[in-house]
Structures are given as structure tokens and as C-alpha cells.
């Protein structure tokens, strides 16, 4: 992972019902590293934040509780703290990659994912990027209902896919 990161924001919606939808799969990496460095999660304003140590460097776990639509309402609070977006990783479900597929990305547009419009339109483009594949439905029309539907893949393969993903943060 690049060495000047000092936030990781993971998107998802809040909420039970919402938590295994694909689009939520940034709420489940986030969760993940926050086990498996027992790091305790704390609401604070319109989001809930975690704290760990990477290589030496405290990074910031942030997952907005405001709806995928207004991630970017978190930026202002890391803003505060001095982090720019060149500082901050944003894990969020790739439609573009296979599923499976798990790959950082410095920059870019929004492809249509509205939790990147939101952070792009608080901070920039410049902040890094993990994918995580989620594939796409054959339909373009499918597109909507197919983030929010819970993965029908088996639970060892999106679990695994989990695991890729807190290992490319390790790096």
C-alpha cells in the first residue's frame, strides 16, 4: 500500500439489511481489518471510524452511515485532520472487474458509481482506488438492483475475496 495513506474509506449503505449487498462489500473489507487488527469502531458524526497501525503509519478505517449516494460527506471531517485525497483509499465494488478480481487504482473517473461521485465531487479524483470485482450483470437495466442484491457467489469465495483485498492493503 502506497506509504502516504492515512485514511482508508470503505463504501457501503448502513444498516443489517444492507450489509452483505454487494454494494456494501467496502463495509466488509473495512470490517475485516478491523478484526483482524482489533481495532474497536466508534461512531462519529455521519460515520463510524476505526484506527489501526500499518507498517508503522495509524491509518483511519471510515465507513460513511449517510447512504452510498452521499459518501462524500465524510471528506470535510478527514479534511480537518489534514488529509487530502492523495492520502485517502477508497474500497468500493467494481462492476468492471470479473468477480473476484481485486486491483488499485490511482485516480479516475466514477464509471457511474454514485458513493465515487460523491467523494470525487467533495475532493477531487486524485485519491487511490480498491476494486473490488463484483462482475455485471448481462443487462445494462440489471445494473441498479444487481449492486444491491446479496452475493449468490458461495461464502468461502467472497470471503477469499475479502482476504485479497486486506492483502493488497498490507502491501
Not at 457501503?12 to 444492507?18: E, L, V
Not at 452483505?20 to 470490517?31: A, E, K, M, Q, T
Not at 468500493?92 to 470525487?120: M, R, T
Request: proline share 4%.
Amino acid at each position: 500500500m502506497n506509504q502516504n495513506i492515512k485514511a482508508i474509506i470503505g463504501l457501503g449503505n448502513p444498516g443489517a439489511s444492507y450489509y452483505y449487498h454487494r454494494h456494501s462489500i467496502g463495509f466488509r473489507v473495512l470490517d475485516a481489518l478491523a478484526d483482524k487488527y482489533h481495532a474497536t469502531w466508534r461512531k462519529i458524526q455521519d460515520m463510524e471510524m476505526a484506527e489501526v497501525t500499518l507498517d508503522g503509519n495509524n491509518i483511519i478505517l471510515v465507513k460513511p452511515q449517510t447512504y452510498m449516494n452521499t459518501s462524500g460527506k465524510v471528506i470535510p471531517y478527514l479534511q480537518k485532520k489534514g488529509i487530502k485525497a492523495e492520502n485517502i483509499l477508497v474500497v468500493h465494488d467494481e462492476l468492471e472487474l470479473p468477480f473476484g478480481q481485486v486491483k488499485i487504482k490511482q485516480g479516475g473517473s466514477a464509471k457511474g458509481h454514485n458513493g465515487l461521485k460523491s467523494i470525487i465531487a467533495a475532493c477531487g479524483d486524485s485519491f487511490s482506488r480498491l476494486r473490488v470485482g463484483i462482475g455485471r450483470p448481462e443487462e445494462r437495466e440489471k445494473v441498479p438492483d444487481y449492486v444491491l442484491e446479496n452475493f449468490n457467489e458461495p461464502k468461502a469465495t467472497v470471503e477469499d475475496m475479502i482476504t485479497k483485498a486486506i492483502a493488497l492493503i498490507e502491501e
